[in-house]
């Protein structure tokens, strides 16, 4: 029987993906984004995000020369942002301090912000054809359905154990088309349900295929209830516009622009006149709005106050903007939502 990872290579080369927008060509810029990207995220929803990131910022410089607003706007929507905002800040620091080049080697790259040991390694594989392991999510399921390596992957003992798997079954050679094919065999094939084993190319002598246990290798995260927390999201309007504030630029949503908060049981009103120094003249209390992070369920009770005409220059960190002006900004996923409903 062939080797492991020569059967994973010859697969790939035959019946892997070949068209993604990022393998045009082996540029390290292109390869980095799209990693970044697919962080936690599927691939049928990265590309149009991608496509339209690099249209806007075809390379480093350009990316670097970006304010961090316009960089956000194009994020909207994809979620977890602070790897927006670390390619940002890693794109200023390779410009500034790297003369614009990419780094090739894994340990040079796992120094860049928001870049791990599988997503560094990833990047060297494939744009500089390094020979380093990978460990993403679709990887990790594939070594240990292959193996037969019991417990959750993000437990340490089980993590470590597979970090030693994927890096002994490295090739020789063909180490671009055999990192492709680990991701694309876990993502076509060695799928989390339903598995198609009979075209796998490793099934022969995979552990959970010979045993009938696809479906409890690899083991799911451990459950827990999610925790609940309630806020109210103010839409105050001052002449068919909205204020939007810049959040901290740490901590959920950071850097973005959403609409003032408070807590679920304070009196908006009182909040608008005292925080704010506006007076509210009507006081609508819209549907609410529920979103899931990972740790914790967000329930948002939006309330639009009609406010007394007050606006003038914007403070610091706040900006008026028209509802359809406001839909252009860099803004949190429910936020976008509540103001599309507000828009229409």
């Known amino acids: 029987m062939k080797s492991f990872a020569s059967r994973i290579v010859l697969w790939q080369r035959q019946h892997g993906r070949h068209a ?11 390869v980095w984004l799209s990693e970044i990207m697919l962080q936690q995220t599927q691939v049928a929803t990265v590309i149009p995000y991608f496509e339209r990131f690099v249209s806007r910022f075809p390379d480093l410089a350009a990316l670097a020369a970006a304010h961090e607003d316009e960089v956000l706007a194009l994020w909207s929507g994809l979620g977890y942002y602070s790897r927006a905002r670390n390619l940002h800040a890693a794109a200023r620091r390779l410009v500034a301090g790297n003369g614009g080049c990419f780094p ?27 020979r380093c392991a990978i460990l993403d999510g679709n990887v990790k399921r594939v070594l240990a359905r292959h193996g037969g390596i019991g417990g959750w992957p993000g437990d340490k003992k089980v993590e470590a ?14 180490i671009e088309a055999y990192t492709q094919g680990m991701m694309d065999l876990g993502a076509l094939v060695c799928t989390r349900s339903r598995p198609a084993c009979d075209a796998c190319p490793v099934s022969a002598d995979c552990v959970a295929h010979i045993e009938r246990r696809t479906g409890e290798l690899p083991a799911p995260r451990p459950r827990r209830a999610l925790p609940e927390r309630e806020v109210q999201m103010l839409l105050l309007v001052d002449r068919g516009k909205l204020m939007l504030e810049k959040r901290p630029a740490s901590g959920i949503w950071g850097g973005l622009w959403s609409l003032p908060e408070l807590d679920a049981d304070a009196d908006a009103l009182a909040h608008c006149r005292d925080r704010y120094r506006f007076v509210a003249l009507e006081r609508h209390v819209l549907p609410p709005l529920a979103h899931t992070f990972t740790h914790f369920r ?45 828009a229409a």
């Open 20 to 30: 993604l927008p990022w393998q045009t060509d082996r540029d390290p810029y292109r």
């Open 104 to 130: 090739e080697a894994p340990e040079a790259i796992a120094e860049l912000p928001g870049v791990g040991r599988s997503t560094a390694a990833a990047i060297a594989a494939l744009a500089f054809g390094r």
């Open 298 to 342: 967000l329930q948002i009770r939006p309330v639009r106050l009609a406010l007394e005409p007050c606006r003038a220059a914007a403070a610091p960190g706040q900006i008026w903007l028209s509802p359809a002006e406001a839909l252009d900004a860099a803004l949190p996923a429910p936020v976008r939502t509540l103001l599309k409903r507000f």
């Open 161 to 174: 154990a597979l970090w030693s798997v994927a890096e002994s079954r490295l090739p020789e050679s063909g």
